[in-house]
Every structure is written in structure tokens, then in C-alpha cells.
């Protein structure tokens, strides 16, 4: 049992000297509790309307400025925040779940069950799927859910081959031949040595697949398919804020500020990621 | 006389070479695209059209296209697009209202072959015509047999030309708004030689012939339209302008900034981005008035507590229609202050005080809901814009505030929405109103029993009763005072619907640099009246 | 080789035409058909509409018609567009997309590799670190927030290029560099880590102490081997151009491909729709069999995904 900790303990260890992960996993915390804790923290309602106050430039009071009926646009972003950083590590989720159990099956069968499954992956590779989702999504109605599993079911691939490959290495390692050779049952054989050490990578795909997906919804909600106003993401507050920019008065905060804000928060899961990748494989050079 | 059948639209009518061709010439084309094109004298703004043949155009992109490309037997002339002579030099009705007969002048298509009363008829026939399958076939109606004909059943229709210059129409009912209808866009006329030998995509630059004041010289989809005048229009000396674009753009933030930089020179609401209006309102390029639209909520009468008429109309009265139109809407939008918007001759509307907190709070009370206590949670559906989000949360405010209920908001993409709303399966809707012609009976009849722009599950025989004398008098003052009353069930005494404001229409363009320009009731763009305000140098 | 793109080829078309029947289905699931407008349409004029286009008909015969038409190359009437065929509605956008992604593909390309070798070859030095900041923020910036940004800074704020429409030269540029953006930075580090291998290996070291400059050693020798992951990820960069397309043709209002597939998806217009999924769908399966023949070119010893 504490064999399999200790690579553990080693990987955190290693994550903790990088200082730029640890910096960017600090950002992503705060941001996280931010957008969590902002309903309760906030001197102004999410939803509070104030039209005389409505497309106010930045100040003390307001310090993302205000938007087009009045809503305080710092609090309406942190709040926006809920739903990407929601969508992102749902959907993610999903995608571990089809991409592990698909990644497990081909990877411990081997022969001709891995060839079909991971000559099907390489087949589904090329396409276009978030012109599917994009499909699905207009025509099938709007619903979160709808989006945690469409969005989910486009990034299992790469999820898969990872797993496949891990569990073919451990397949053939002389604990798992001996545990087999000594009629350990095989689910067995799956929980207690195959994936504990599958979960290093997928955390490390699972961080690095937060943003693309994120990505992926603000790109809906920036077409207008993804989330559905009352509740904003910051793909929506962008495309809000793109649709603003005009020489008359161009409301620039509109844009900048939520679109700082998200794109901080992909660069510290860009960051956290690769310093989880570092951590537990430190054979990759940067 | 029955017209066969047009040729089938599945494929394109080109033979096969021309597919490989048209991509390569295409890509060609965008490549050395504006490049020794002579730039276009006047660009608007239009949304792409859906069709811009008569015979199926249904909005008003569309129809803005074909009222400049094609000319009907009338044309409403502004400011008050009274109907005055088009391809119809006069015309007269029958004592009793139910055939007219118009006079037609000798006139030519743009290829010279000549227009007559037929083509008329054809082009009519053509609409009403099941295979057609126009949505603008309801207009139609009026004319006798003409919904059997339309359902398929039968080939008789009261349209006649007895010579190449009369036409003749027979009626089901008088209707005395035949001269307007006369000027719209569906009633234009299609050339027969044209579309029977091309079919479907006889619209095209390559193929198309029109007999107004412009052809269409060049389409690129969701680009541009380039329309070039017609030297055989019948009236060629009136036009100012030789070469026209109509320039597409979904996004009123987009094409205001094209406006902006001097690549279109008029726009009209599609231009106007909403959070610009107040900065925009000021200045002397912004041009506005009334627009033959209304926007109102539904009631969807069969549902409880909207069941009961006091309850419908305390939400009604509870409702401040200025302050949507002062504080969200603000771009000179009026409240409505009925469903039929001001300016429809003839009509005076009911005028009466929309906004009562008082009327509100006693009716909700005597409903049995006394300071909104016990009021059941309702849901206000509209479809998904800004806008409608914006108006809906304000009315959530309103009804909170002002009654002490809570009201739900849901939005649905837009054809989810009217699937809904037609389904009846909601409890208050947005909706809205544009008049095809100006008439106020136009308005009124949708609310009557069967109509399928209903949609709220009302139904009153007297109301029917009303609106079908309506229809047959031929008493102007007593017609007005049928439909006054109609108004007046519709919008005070049951309230089914709750009227919001009356759309307006908001140009942008420079006065000083065109003429002809004026916003009307329809928010037409009659090219033939736009001229560049030039002093001293006439064309 | 010949084996390889045979069997690959092969492999691909059972898949499009299962991309063909479950969008087919998939779209006749969903509800509110192409003709539900604000306007009730008199029942009959609606059944006559329905019957124009088919609809009435049984849902197997429907594909089956639409099969048949693709086999021709046509891809059926658009809904929304009357009177024009999907193939021509596509023949009109697809320029515009092609023209804003090569100019996505070029910027990407010589901007990304210059910015990768330079960082490389002063590395860990002021350059190494600027570089690859910035590849850093085009990574992270979306391009739904940098084009409204560059739009904020140069149209309105310099004044130096236009706002929007499409025909003259300008009016690509901006487009097509924040379309580019994202992948030059990718594009950047990829170029940057295949450089730094390079250069630590043994016949550079080799080739340096024969005393070759040190532009000779990197043009020639290097940069021909350093080039390999990118054009490994040439596959996957110009999908997500396609897909990124979408989104600044929607910023930049411009009439391509993009734009017709989200006002079709918007307006169930079913055909069209279906008709740019499945060519979004060829392009994308062609260009990934095309890339893998050229990495293979490049360096047989590369593996093919």
C-alpha cells in the first residue's frame, strides 16, 4: 500500500519548489473562491439593476465599471466565473470518465479489442465536433447539462490514448504478472494497481483539459448558443463586450476586464498543469 | 387559365459543368472582387433578404428589395404612403365594394417585352398558388375563391384581365384598403417569360427581369446587392441615383461602425446599437418616428389565475410602458397606448390611460389576490435577445413593485419560442405586431376566433361579429367605429394582451448629403425619391 | 506510402457517411421545424411548404434523396435562402474562409517561427524570456477577446486600418491575425522546444566544430529537423483555424463559411447546416491524411498519429 504513495509524495514535492505553479494554483484558488464567495461578499446583488447608473467607465465604486442596466460588472464577472470554471471541470470530468474507461479496456485487453478502439479514436481525431455540439446545442435547447456532456464527449480522445498507453506499461510489469499469476481477480487487479498510477497523468490531462474545454463554452456562449442569459459565463460577458466596441463610446471595460480575467485563469491552469506534468514525469524537458 | 408547375427545386436548373466552374469563378471573383467595379452612388443597410421574388417574399428585407426592383399598380407615396398611381394610372370599385378594376398604363420588363394586365393576374394567381407555397399567400385572401384555390380545391379566382390594360378583381368581402394592399411588395408582379423558363432561381443577376426602377446587376450573399437603374422604367427620368448597394450585416454594432466610417450611407434600427441610442439620439444624423409595429405581451387566457380578465388587466394597468420607453428603450419609441399604432388613417384609437396603480391593486384584490398575497408564481417568456431580457427584467420590477408578485423569466431561442407560444404553452409571451397594410383591421382580426396569429386561446363570437361587419361596411365612420370597439375588448375590457410600446423607426444618415430620406410609417427606402443634395447642380 | 493513404482513405469513407446519417436524424429530432416564424402560417400554406421541400415525405426516402444528391455534389436547396443550393452558398463563402485561413496559416507560420527560434537560440537570455511570454498571453488570450481589442486599438484608437466588410486587402489583416495569433504562439513554443532539442545534438555539435557559422548550422542543418513537431501540429492548427474561424468571422462580420454554418445552425437551416458539418468534416480528415504524408516526408523516423 505505501508503495504507491510515495511517487505521490515525491510529485507534490516537486510541484511545491516551482514557484511559477505554485503562484499560478494560488491565483486560481483565489479567483475560485472569488467567484464562489462573491453572492455573499459583495456590496452589490448580482442582479441589482440601477439604470441610471448603466454603462459607467471604471471608478472606486465600481471597479470594472458598470453594464448596460446598471449591474456592477466586477461582481457580474466573478459570478460569471462560477459557470466557466463549472463547465470546465464538469465536463471535464465527463471526459475523464468515457476517456479512462475506453483508455482501460483497450489498454488491458491488448490485441485485436485495443487495435478497433484505438483505430476508432484515430478515425474520430479529425472531425469537427464542436460544429456538432454546436448543432446539438442550437437545436436541442440550451440546458447546462446538455453542455456538460456534449463538451465532455469531445475531449475524451487524448484522455484515452494516455490511459491506454499507462495501462499497457503496468499490464506488463512483474507485480501485476504476479498478481495475475496468483488468481487475483481482474477488477481487483484494476483498483488497487492499475489505477492509482493512472492518476497522475489523467490529473495532469485533467488540468490541462479544464481550459480547453472552458474555451470550447465561452466559444458557445460567444455565439450566443451556450449559456442563456440570467446566467452569465465569461464567454457571454465577452460577446457582450465585442458587440460594444463602437467610436462613439466604446465601452472597452466591457471586454477587458472579463476577458483578463479569463484569460488569467487559463494561463494559471496552463501553468498548474505543466508544473503537475513536471512533477510527476520530470523526464520532460521544457 | 392554369399555370403548370414550376420546375422542380431540388437541384439547380445548371448542367454539371457550370458546378465546377461556379466555385473557381467564385474564388476568382472574391480575389480581384472590387477591383474595377465603379463604387455605388448610395449603399443602405438591408439584412439579407430570404427571396426577392415577389411571389414568395414575406419580410421586409425582402420586401424593401422588391419595392425598388419591382412596381406594383400602386405605390404609397409619402409621408402619409397614401396610394398613388404605379403601374395603375386610376382605379375604381364597384357599388357594392366587391370588384375593383383598375386601369394600367403601357408599360415594359427590363428587357422591353411588354407588361400587361395578365402578367398581374399571373403573378397573383402565383402566390396563391399552393405549389408556390408563398407566405405572403394571406394577403390574398380577400379575393373571391381565392382561399380554396389556395388549399388546392379549386381553380376558380375573381382575377381577370378583359385587355392588356384592366384588371380586374373580384372580392368575398369589400375591402377598403385593396388600393394600399395593392402597393405591397407580395403584390408586385413576377415575369412570367422569365420564371417559367428559369425557374427557381430566376432571381439571380444573371437571369432577372424587373419593371421598377432598378435591376439587380450583382448579389453576393450576406455581402452586398447591387442594383442598377432600369433604363426602361416608365418614370427613368424621376431616379437620382444609377447605381445602388444593399449592404448586409446582422450585427447593429458591426454596421453602425460601417456606418461610422462612411461605408454605408443609411441605416436604419439594424444599425443601432441599443447601449448607443442616448449618445446617438442628439445628433442630426438621427432620424425617427413611428413604426407600423406594436410590442405587447400575450395572455394565455386559459391559464389559471390569467383566466380571470380582472387579473390580466391589473397586470395591465400595474404596467409603466414609459418608463421601458424613457429609460430602457429610448430610442423614441412611444408606449402603446393600444394594439393598432398611431398614424393608420382612419383610425383614432381608444386612448385611454394605460398605467393606473390604483385600477391595478383593486382589480388584483377583487381577483382575490389583496396586496398580491397568495398570487401564484407566472413565467414570462420571450425569445433570447438583449432587449427582450432587458424590457422583461423591468417588467419583473414593475409587477414586484408595483403589485407584489413575483414573475418567472424564460427565454428560448427563437424558433424553440414560437413553437411554444403557438402551442399555447406559456403563461404571459412577448409578441409583436408589424402591419402588412395600412389598416387598422390589419391589427384587430388576428385576435379572432381560429386566427392562427392568436395564440392566446381568446375567443368571443361578439368580437368575430365585429370584425366581420368591419369587413363588409362600407361606411368609413361606422367601420372606424366597429374597430375602435374591437380595440377597446382587445386592450381595456379583456385584456389579452398588454401593449408595451409602438415600435419606432430610427435612421441614421445625413441630411445634408441626401434627400428623399424621411422615415415613414413602413420604414420604406423608396429609391426613387432619393437624391444627393447637391446646390446648384441639378442631374 | 501509397498503401498508407489507400487504407486511410478507405477507413474515412464509412465514417462520412455515418457523419451523414447521425446529422441527418439528429437534425429531423430537433424540434421547431425551418418554416416556424413570428407569423402563423395558414396551416395549408405551411403543408405546402413542407411539401415543396419534401418534408412530408418518409424520413428514410428523405436521406435517401439527399444521399443520392450528394453522390451528384449536390447538397440539397437551402431553407433559408430561397433558390439557392447549399453547394452555391458554400461556393460564395468558402473564398472569403479560405482566404482569412491561409492569412491565419501564413502569420501563424512566420511569425510563430521566428519567435520559437530566436527564443531558442538565446536561450534563457532577455529574448528567450519575451518570446516566450508572449507566446505565453497568445496562448491564453481567446481570440474573441483579442479581436475586439485590436479592433479597440487600431481602427478606433490609431486609425490605421478598417472596421469591418470584406474585398480589399486591409480588410484581412485584422481577421486574419487574431485568427493567427493563438496559433503562432503554439506554433512559437512548439518551434522553440524542437529547436533547443536540435541544438544539443550531436551532429550540430559536430557540424560547429567543423566551424560552420552559426547561421549555416542553423539554416541548414538545424532548422530542417526543428521544423518536424510543427508541421507534426500543422494538422491540428489548421482544425482549430477552421473552428476559430467561426467565431472572428462573426467579430468582423465577414460573409464566409463560418458565418452561414452558425446562421444555419440558428435558423434551422437544415441543409446548409449539414452541407458545411460534412465539408468542415472532408477538410478536416483530407488535411490531417495530408499532414501525416508530409511529416513522413519530412522524417521518416516521425510517427504518425
Known amino acids: 500500500m505505501s508503495r504507491s504513495r510515495d511517487p505521490w509524495r515525491l510529485a507534490f514535492a516537486r510541484f511545491a519548489r516551482n514557484r511559477a505553479a505554485m503562484a499560478a494554483l494560488f491565483v486560481l484558488v483565489a479567483i475560485t473562491v472569488s467567484a464562489v464567495a462573491v453572492e455573499w461578499v459583495s456590496p452589490h446583488g448580482v442582479t441589482e439593476q440601477d439604470l441610471a447608473r448603466a454603462r459607467q467607465a471604471p471608478s472606486w465604486e465600481h471597479p470594472f465599471g458598470t453594464d448596460a442596466v446598471g449591474r456592477d460588472l466586477l461582481t457580474r464577472t466573478l459570478h460569471g466565473g462560477r459557470i466557466s470554471l463549472l463547465v470546465g471541470v464538469v465536463a471535464t470530468l465527463v471526459s475523464i470518465v468515457i476517456g479512462v474507461t475506453w483508455g482501460l479496456v483497450a489498454g488491458w485487453n491488448g490485441g485485436r479489442i485495443d487495435d478497433g478502439m484505438m483505430r476508432f479514436v484515430d478515425l474520430l481525431y479529425g472531425l469537427p465536433f464542436l460544429f456538432f455540439v454546436v448543432l446539438l446545442v442550437a437545436w436541442f435547447g440550451q440546458s447546462l447539462v446538455l453542455l456538460f456532456v456534449a463538451l465532455g464527449a469531445v475531449q475524451w480522445l487524448t484522455t484515452s490514448r494516455i490511459v491506454r498507453a499507462e495501462t499497457l506499461r503496468i499490464r506488463h510489469a512483474e507485480f ?13 487487479i484494476l483498483v488497487r494497481h492499475v489505477l492509482p498510477n493512472l492518476l497522475g497523468p489523467v490529473l495532469v490531462v485533467a488540468t490541462l483539459t479544464v481550459p480547453t474545454v472552458m474555451l470550447e463554452e465561452a466559444f458557445l456562449s460567444f455565439l ?18 465585442a458587440a460594444a466596441i463602437n467610436p462613439v463610446d466604446s465601452m472597452w471595460w466591457w471586454i477587458v476586464f472579463p476577458g483578463a480575467m479569463f484569460s488569467i485563469t487559463l494561463l494559471a491552469l496552463n501553468f498548474v498543469g505543466d508544473g503537475l506534468r513536471d512533477a510527476f514525469d520530470p523526464k520532460t524537458r521544457r | 387559365m392554369s399555370i403548370p408547375a414550376p420546375p422542380e427545386p431540388s437541384a439547380t436548373t445548371m448542367p454539371s459543368m457550370h458546378r465546377i466552374l461556379v466555385p473557381i469563378l467564385a474564388l476568382l471573383a472574391a480575389v480581384g472582387c472590387s477591383a474595377d467595379e465603379r463604387p455605388a452612388d448610395f449603399r443602405f443597410l438591408n439584412t439579407e433578404p430570404e427571396t426577392i421574388d415577389p411571389g414568395r417574399v414575406g419580410g421586409q428585407a425582402g420586401g424593401r428589395i422588391v419595392a425598388n426592383l419591382f412596381e406594383g399598380l400602386t405605390v404609397r407615396v409619402p409621408p402619409s404612403l397614401a396610394p398613388g398611381p404605379g403601374i395603375a394610372t386610376d382605379w375604381w370599385t364597384s357599388d357594392d365594394g366587391l370588384t375593383w378594376t383598375f386601369r394600367l398604363r403601357s408599360s415594359t420588363w427590363s428587357d422591353g417585352t411588354p407588361l400587361t394586365a395578365r402578367d398581374f393576374v399571373w403573378s397573383w394567381r402565383r402566390v396563391l398558388d399552393p405549389r408556390t407555397a408563398s407566405k405572403s399567400a394571406q394577403l390574398l385572401f380577400p379575393v373571391r375563391g381565392a382561399r380554396k384555390f389556395n388549399a388546392g380545391v379549386s381553380d376558380d379566382l375573381g382575377l381577370f384581365a378583359p385587355d392588356d390594360t384592366t384588371l380586374v378583381v373580384e ?50 450573399l450576406q455581402d452586398r446587392m447591387r442594383l442598377q437603374r432600369n433604363p426602361r422604367y416608365w418614370n427613368v427620368e424621376a431616379i437620382a441615383l444609377d ?33 448607443l441610442v442616448d449618445a446617438l439620439k442628439r445628433r442630426p444624423d438621427w432620424h425617427s418616428g413611428p413604426f407600423l409595429a406594436t410590442y405587447f405581451l400575450r395572455c394565455n387566457v386559459e391559464r389559471p389565475p390569467l383566466d380571470d380578465e380582472r387579473v390580466r388587466r391589473a397586470l395591465s394597468y400595474a404596467l409603466d410602458a414609459e418608463a421601458i420607453t424613457t429609460h430602457v428603450t429610448r430610442a423614441g419609441q412611444v408606449p402603446a397606448r393600444g394594439l393598432v399604432p398611431p398614424g393608420v388613417p382612419g383610425h383614432d384609437g381608444i386612448d385611454a390611460p394605460l398605467f393606473d396603480v390604483e385600477r391595478a391593486h383593486s382589480l388584483l384584490a377583487a381577483a382575490g389576490y389583496p396586496g398580491g398575497e397568495g398570487f401564484p408564481s ?56 408589424i402591419g402588412d397594410v395600412l389598416d387598422a383591421q390589419n391589427f384587430l382580426e388576428i385576435f379572432t376566433t381560429g386566427n392562427g396569429n392568436n395564440r392566446t386561446g381568446w375567443s368571443s363570437a361578439r368580437y368575430d361579429a365585429l370584425i366581420a361587419s368591419a369587413s363588409r361596411t362600407r361606411d368609413p365612420e361606422r367601420r372606424a367605429a366597429l374597430l375602435r370597439e374591437c380595440e377597446r375588448m382587445v386592450v381595456l375590457d379583456d385584456a389579452i394582451i398588454l401593449p408595451v410600446y409602438v415600435y419606432s423607426v430610427t435612421n441614421l444618415y445625413d441630411d445634408t448629403q441626401w434627400a428623399g430620406l424621411e422615415p415613414d410609417l413602413l420604414n420604406s427606402l423608396d429609391l426613387r425619391r432619393v437624391r444627393p443634395v447637391r446646390t446648384g447642380v441639378s442631374r | 506510402m501509397t498503401g498508407f493513404v489507400l487504407r486511410r482513405a478507405l477507413a474515412t469513407v464509412p465514417l462520412l457517411l455515418g457523419i451523414v446519417v447521425v446529422s441527418f436524424f439528429f437534425m429531423r429530432l430537433a424540434p421547431g421545424g425551418p418554416f416556424d416564424a413570428d407569423r402563423a402560417l395558414d396551416p395549408q400554406v405551411r403543408a405546402n411548404l413542407e411539401a415543396r421541400y419534401g418534408l412530408d415525405r418518409p424520413l428514410v426516402e428523405q436521406l435517401g434523396v439527399y444521399v443520392g444528391g450528394l453522390l451528384e455534389g449536390d447538397l440539397g436547396p437551402s431553407f433559408k435562402y430561397v433558390g439557392w443550393s447549399v453547394q452555391e452558398i458554400i461556393a460564395q463563402g468558402a473564398p ?13 507560420l512566420l511569425v510563430g517561427i521566428p519567435l520559437g527560434v530566436i527564443a531558442a537560440l538565446y536561450h534563457n537570455r532577455w529574448a528567450d524570456h519575451l518570446a516566450t511570454s508572449i507566446a505565453l498571453v497568445g496562448v491564453c488570450v481567446p481570440n474573441f477577446v483579442l479581436g475586439p481589442v485590436l479592433v479597440l486599438v487600431f481602427v478606433f484608437g490609431l486609425g490605421w486600418l478598417p472596421v469591418g466588410g470584406w474585398g480589399s486587402p486591409e480588410q484581412v489583416i485584422l481577421p486574419a491575425v487574431t485568427l ?23 551532429f550540430v555539435r559536430t557540424a560547429r566544430a567543423k566551424g560552420l557559422s552559426e547561421r549555416v548550422v542553423v539554416a541548414r542543418h538545424a532548422l530542417r529537423i526543428a521544423i518536424v513537431p510543427v508541421v507534426q501540429y500543422l494538422g491540428p492548427a489548421i482544425a482549430s483555424i477552421l473552428v476559430g474561424s467561426v467565431v472572428v468571422e462573426r467579430i468582423f462580420d465577414l460573409p464566409g463559411l463560418g458565418s452561414f454554418f452558425i446562421n444555419a445552425a440558428l435558423n434551422r437551416d437544415y441543409t446548409l447546416a449539414m452541407g458545411s458539418v460534412l465539408l468542415y468534416s472532408t477538410l478536416l480528415i483530407g488535411l490531417n491524411l495530408l499532414v501525416d504524408v508530409l511529416a513522413r516526408a519530412f522524417d521518416p523516423r516521425t510517427e504518425t498519429s
Open chain 2, 243 to 275: 447605381v445602388v448597394e444593399a449592404v448586409a450585416g446582422d450585427f447593429a454594432n458591426a454596421n453602425f461602425n460601417r456606418y461610422e466610417s462612411g461605408l454605408i450611407d443609411w441605416v436604419d434600427s439594424g444599425g443601432v446599437p441599443p447601449a
Open chain 3, 96 to 108: 472569403v474562409s479560405l482566404t482569412l485561413g491561409a492569412g491565419a496559416l501564413l502569420i501563424a
Open chain 1, 176 to 188: 501485476v504478472l504476479a498478481a495475475r499469476s496468483i488468481g487475483v481477480p481482474t477488477p481487483v
Open chain 2, 378 to 433: 407566472l413565467t414570462l417568456l420571450f425569445n433570447t435577445s438583449e432587449w427582450h431580457r432587458q424590457i422583461a427584467e423591468v417588467l419583473q420590477q414593475q409587477w414586484r413593485e408595483h403589485l407584489g408578485i413575483e414573475i418567472e423569466l424564460l427565454n428560448q431561442e427563437w424558433k424553440v419560442f414560437t413553437t411554444t407560444v403557438r402551442a399555447r404553452d406559456y403563461d404571459l409571451a412577448r409578441g409583436s405586431w
Open chain 3, 180 to 202: 493567427g495569433a493563438v496559433r503562432a504562439a503554439y506554433i512559437g513554443r512548439l518551434a522553440r522546444a524542437g529547436m533547443l532539442d536540435v541544438l544539443q545534438q550531436d
Open chain 1, 224 to 241: 450566443g448558443l451556450g449559456v442563456q442569459p440570467p446566467l452569465a459565463s465569461w464567454g457571454s460577458l465577452a460577446s457582450e463586450g
Open chain 2, 171 to 220: 372580392l368575398e368581402t369589400p375591402t377598403p384598403y385593396l388600393a394600399d394592399l395593392a402597393a405591397a411588395p407580395p403584390l408586385a408582379p413576377s415575369p412570367r417569360h422569365v420564371v417559367e423558363k428559369v425557374g427557381e432561381t430566376w432571381t439571380r443577376p444573371e437571369w432577372i427581369v424587373s419593371n421598377g426602377p432598378y435591376v439587380l446587376d450583382d448579389w453576393r
